[in-house]
């Protein structure tokens, strides 16, 4: 086995018995984010990548879903007609041209930022499963490599649920439904979370009818849930929240059965029912890594595991499977590891979280219920779009936004938005959470008017008073 020379010839060399300082099993953000961090700090390093270089979010993830669904979110806003005067329409849809240029996209950008930004920074890239051969040594495509150090960083792939009948038909996930060159005439999407809400949505926008089955958004605040219900009934998606039972084939493709016997027939049916870790052919006993009942590596705040030459980060590890997350984990990974006297870790505050439906679901910091849990006197203020200035010019005040503060000092502790363009709103939460300010601060902070970040300041002013404000006051 040859681990690819750097472009940097200058780099330390490893000396005794180690092939290479610190090898990264797996070429995601994680992986990314540790390889960068070790060569940062003069070491060498190397990605082990058994399938397509870049990991879930370019090739499967954030980056395909997001594409698609600008594409459909552009077919819809061509389809309904919000201001008059201006007729919209929008015709059938070409998926198969749709998909290749989002693919044309994925292997532009894997190029870009991940071989490229691999020779930048002088690590390596080796291609091959590896499998640890005991608590020092890994075997990668059957030969030994021995590291200074590890960090397993092998994504999550879908979850199927143990469900009657699912493996007697041709069911989708996440990742092949983004594949598909034909646009099935009807879908029943399993799973009410991100990923279901933004796949019922991408194919409702894009002609199909959508049947949605599950718990709606259950981990959003219940005055968004209840929006998001609002809008998926304008889109034309039925939402079914109940469990699904059993599953059938039928001559036209696909039955669903939910708990109280509804019957949900269809040509397709999506499974989008959470993660699974994957870990099983990495010999993880044979390493001395434990996992938990659900396969997910255990680390501990500094990213180690039970063995102290492996760590572990990003979605592998069962944290939020964010990317953001995983390059920041992967990066405090490496540090530790490379330096066992670091004890970096990741700090979650105010962590802002985006779930690109129409409008967009966004979140920053806690949750009204989990700021109660974690001991805090908690008062909340929603404001409805109907009162955003740049609700009413696009003519869409579907939305919400709200402020949990903590009773006593009112600081802000989590900020909540359904609405356009949610997820950028959620950088300045972040930013006023993380600061620790006060309700009184933001609410006295400038915000640019006709933005819907605006909606940040007019949800802070409610705790002052409830009364009505003109357009800027």
């Not at 190397?46 to 669904?69: F, H, M, Q, Y």
Request: with cysteine; net charge negative.
């Amino acid at each position: 086995m040859t681990i690819p020379d750097s472009l940097d010839r200058t780099r330390p060399q490893p000396t005794g018995a180690f092939d290479v300082d610190l090898a990264v099993i797996g070429s995601g953000g994680a992986a990314m984010g540790a390889a960068i961090e070790a060569r940062r700090r003069g070491a060498s390093a190397v990605l082990i990548e058994r399938d397509v270089l870049g990991g879930t979010c370019v090739n499967r993830g954030c980056v395909p879903s997001k594409a698609l669904l600008a594409a459909a979110g552009a077919r819809n806003t061509a389809r309904v007609a919000r201001h008059p005067g201006v007729a919209t329409a929008a015709g059938a849809v070409d998926l198969a041209a749709l998909v290749e240029a989002k693919e044309d996209l994925v292997t532009d950008l894997r190029q870009t930022k991940y071989v490229d930004v691999a020779a930048a920074w002088g690590f390596g890239l080796l291609a091959g499963s590896a499998r640890f051969r005991d608590r020092d040594t890994l075997e990668v495509a059957g030969s030994p490599l021995r590291a200074r150090a590890y960090v397993i960083a092998t994504g999550a792939g879908p979850a199927l649920p143990d469900l009657p009948g699912l493996g007697e038909v041709d069911y989708l996930t996440s990742t092949t439904a983004m594949q598909l060159r034909e646009l099935p005439t009807s879908i029943v999407v399993i799973g009410g979370g991100y990923v279901g809400l933004e796949q019922a949505q991408l194919f409702a926008h894009l002609g199909s009818k959508v049947t949605l089955v599950g718990r709606l958004t259950p981990h959003a605040e219940p005055e968004l849930a209840d929006v998001m219900r609002e809008v998926f009934t304008d889109d034309g998606i039925t939402v079914v929240e109940e469990h699904a039972a059993t599953l059938a084939r039928t001559p036209d493709g696909v039955r669903v059965t939910t708990v109280s016997g509804a019957q949900l027939p269809a040509a397709q049916v999506l499974v989008a029912t959470g993660r699974r870790p994957q870990t099983t052919e990495l010999g993880l006993p044979a390493a001395g890594v434990a996992t938990d009942d659900a396969g997910f590596v255990v680390v501990d705040a500094h990213q180690r595991t039970s063995n102290p030459r492996v760590l572990a980060a990003g979605d592998v590890t069962g944290g939020p499977q964010f990317v953001y997350v995983a390059a920041e984990a992967g990066l405090v990974a490496a540090a530790n590891a490379l330096d066992p006297a670091a004890d970096r870790s990741v700090d979650y505050t105010a962590l802002p979280a985006v779930t690109f439906t129409r409008p967009q679901l966004a979140s920053a910091g806690l949750s009204e219920r989990a700021a109660r849990e974690a001991g805090f006197a908690v008062d909340s203020r929603v404001l409805s779009l109907a009162d955003v200035p740049r609700a009413l010019v696009n003519r869409d005040i579907r939305g919400a936004v709200k402020i949990v503060a903590d009773t006593t000092s009112g600081v802000v502790l989590g900020v909540h938005a359904a609405a356009d363009n949610a997820g950028e709103m959620m950088l300045a939460a972040t930013y006023a959470i993380k600061a620790g300010m006060t309700i009184d601060q933001v609410a006295d902070t400038w915000a640019p008017y006709l933005t819907m970040a605006e909606s940040l300041r007019l949800t802070a002013k409610l705790f002052r008073d409830e009364m009505p404000t003109s357009c800027c006051a």
